[in-house]
Structure formats: structure tokens, C-alpha cells
């Protein structure tokens, strides 16, 4: 992030940097209690458990992956996007390698 004074400007990573396997997180930008950042993904070796406690937005950029939201299963495409308010259990079951993700929590 960048920029010649208050304000600041970026470009997100294109899903081709994505781990082989795992993910990245990269924080974009923070205002106040409010974290923008973009998470690409590599192959998922088994499902990951996740509680935030606080709300969190996310949406797919780019690839496909699988949640378990509160035992409900929640396929996502590029342009899909689920909110989770804080204290959801989620899962991330599957992802395809190279999806690329924007989250939104505060």
C-alpha cells in the first residue's frame, strides 16, 4: 500500500501467487476495528475450523471453494460472497488451488 499522503493505493496478487498449498493473507487496510484483506489459497490438505469474534464479510475473486457454515454447505464461485456474523462457526472444506478471496471483518 502506497500513497503520498493520508490516503493510499495497491494491487491485489493475482491468483497465480498463491501457495502450492495452505494460504497467504495479506492486509490491505485497516480503519479502526475494520480489516480489509485478500487471502489466496493452495491446495487444502484437510478441512479448517474458523470462530472470529467479530463479523466478517467475504467474497471470491477469482476460483471455487466449499464451506460448512453452522452445518450448512455453502459452494462459492468468483463473485459469491457469504457474511458470518461473529461467533458462526465455519469450516473451509475444499478450495480450488489459486482462488483468490477478499474479506471484510470488524
Do not use: N
Amino acid at each position: 500500500m502506497t500513497g503520498p499522503g493520508p490516503w493510499s493505493r495497491g494491487r491485489l496478487d493475482p491468483p497465480d501467487r498463491a501457495p502450492a498449498a495452505g494460504e497467504t493473507v495479506r492486509a490491505l487496510a485497516r480503519v479502526g476495528a475494520v480489516r480489509v484483506e485478500q487471502i489466496l489459497s493452495g491446495h487444502l490438505a484437510a478441512p479448517v475450523d474458523y470462530l472470529q469474534d467479530a463479523d466478517e464479510w467475504v467474497v471470491v475473486l477469482a476460483g471455487r471453494a466449499a464451506l460448512d457454515v453452522a452445518g450448512e454447505r455453502v459452494d462459492l464461485t468468483a463473485g459469491d460472497w457469504v457474511h458470518l456474523p461473529a461467533g458462526t462457526p465455519h469450516r473451509l472444506l475444499e478450495t480450488q488451488p489459486g482462488t483468490s478471496w477478499l474479506t471484510v471483518t470488524g
